[in-house]
């Protein structure tokens, strides 16, 4: 029998030493709503412009010198592709992607300039595990997930670690709760190991909302058929792991959903508020506040996840019109 490690919170604070190590810490907003003081982790300022090199630097490293020398592959629509990109340059890794056909041109370029090879895919016909699983076999190369994965859910955990840290340097006391954008679940399962004391609510689009239903029911519970269009191509996750899932239970997560409109006008409020470009599925922690789904109160962490937008469908959006939506995966 496979043994499976489980990821830790001792892991998290390995992480957090390590990314210490190369990166200063993503900046910390604060920003009243209602009057109460609210802490934004601006991890949408990242080099990348979002989180993920955090857990990508954690499991690359923790590869022997053998496997480094045969590279990674990784699937993605970009933001974990950028992230596993920059790692593996950092220690002069191969990297191999494998991004849907209609990922968001800002992020395939950055991936391809990162000097990662791009390997294309139909989300509506192909399997892009499938895909990354048969070319790591072929290659002899390490198979790291999105969110599927230890290593990778200590490193986004990082980011708790840090905004922890700023918030005590600011006067605003630990971390109370943390509202946290959700796909597969690896940021927030990081969090929640990172803040054990902190409540945790994930945020996830309408009709995407599958960590949601699965913390309510108490099992794991897939996006259901036809799932609307949505403009956070970083959160459109059909299933969440079993190793994120079991976290954020035991945490006792919960979750709520916000409509696409919510997530436009929350991507409008931190440009016009804090002066930062997030994109759509970087905002849903911040929409679900904004919307009063959660309600603002002191000590209250957001995690403004990524800023990666393609600038037409971001000047649609700070311009009051509805931004082309992507088709399911």
């Known amino acids: 029998m496979t043994i499976v490690r489980q990821p830790t919170r001792a892991g998290v604070r390995d992480a957090a030493a390590k990314v210490a190590q190369i990166l200063p810490f993503s900046p910390l907003f604060v920003h009243e709503l209602d009057g109460v003081p609210i802490a934004f982790k601006a991890e949408c300022l990242q080099p990348i412009g979002a989180f993920k090199l955090r857990g990508a630097w954690h499991r690359l490293t923790a590869l022997d010198e053998n496997v480094r020398a045969r590279g990674v592959v990784a699937f ?27 990922a968001p041109r800002a992020k395939r370029e950055s991936t391809l300039a990162l000097g990662a090879e791009i390997v294309s895919y139909d989300r509506a016909t192909e399997s892009r595990e499938l895909i990354a699983a048969r070319l790591a076999e072929a290659r002899g190369a390490a198979l790291v997930p999105s969110f599927d994965d230890p290593w990778v859910i200590e490193g986004q955990g990082s980011a708790g670690v840090e905004a922890a840290q700023q918030m005590a340097e600011r006067g605003l006391g630990a971390p109370a709760r943390a509202v946290v954008p959700c796909g597969g679940g690896g940021l927030a399962a990081g969090i929640a190991l990172a803040l054990p004391d902190a409540a945790i609510t994930i945020v996830e689009p309408e009709g995407w909302d599958d960590m949601r239903r699965s913390l309510e029911a108490g099992w794991i ?20 792991s079993p190793l994120t899932f079991e976290v954020l239970a035991n945490h006792d997560a919960h979750g709520v959903a916000v409509s696409e409109a919510e997530i436009r006008a929350a991507q409008r409020w931190a440009a016009e508020k804090l ?23 002191e000590r209250t962490l957001v995690i403004l996840s990524g800023g990666n937008v393609d600038l037409d469908s971001y000047a649609a959006v700070l311009g009051g019109e509805i931004a082309v939506a992507r088709e399911p995966a």
């Open 76 to 102: 993605s629509s970009g933001n974990h592709a950028q992230g596993i990109a920059w790692a593996a340059k950092r220690l002069g890794m191969p990297a191999t992607i494998v991004m849907p056909a209609d």
């Open 221 to 240: 519970e897939p996006v259901g058929p036809n799932p609307p269009p949505t403009a956070c191509d970083a959160l459109q996750t059909l299933r969440v």
């Open 275 to 297: 002066r930062l470009v997030v994109e759509p599925g970087g905002a849903v922690a911040l929409a679900a506040l904004l919307a009063r789904r959660i309600k603002p109160a």
